[in-house]
Nanobody
Framework: QVQLVESGGGLVQAGGSLRLSCAAS????????MAWYRQAPGKQRDLVAF???????NYADSVKGRFTISVDNAKNTVYLQMNSLKPEDTAVYYCNAVVLPAKNSYWGQGTQVTVSS
């Protein structure tokens, strides 16, 4: 089991920045991968960024060069630094963790990000 608690969402003007945090209830080294997804009203939940712990990261084309996913091992926390925000980044952002060997997937409660034009 992994509990994930997100924080850091809010309202920001276009061009601004936010940093989302996702704190895991167990050591980050016992988790295979962590990711951020987002879901805008009336749309499907889409992958924004993911990291295989201790290995590679990947980003959706729409956020490359603007968003950065990072891990603080000591705090068992994953961050999503979001810069140059656009109104189309408005969504509820969800943290996800995958644990081996069963590839069980866990979700946080979501945090709202609203970017005004």
């Amino acid at each position: 089991q992994v509990q994930l608690v997100e924080s850091g969402g809010g309202l920001v003007q276009a061009g601004g920045s936010l940093r989302l945090s996702c704190a895991a209830s167990r050591s980050i080294f016992t988790i295979y991968s962590m990711a951020w997804y987002r879901q805008a009203p009336g749309k499907q939940r889409d992958l924004v960024a993911f990291t295989i712990i201790g290995s590679r990261t990947n980003y959706a084309d729409s956020v490359k060069g603007r968003f950065t996913i990072s891990v603080d091992n000591a705090k068992n926390t994953v961050y999503l630094q979001m810069n140059s925000l656009k109104p189309e980044d408005t969504a509820v952002y969800y943290c996800n963790a995958v644990v081996l060997p069963a590839k069980n997937s866990y979700w946080g409660q979501g945090t709202q990000v609203t970017v005004s034009s």
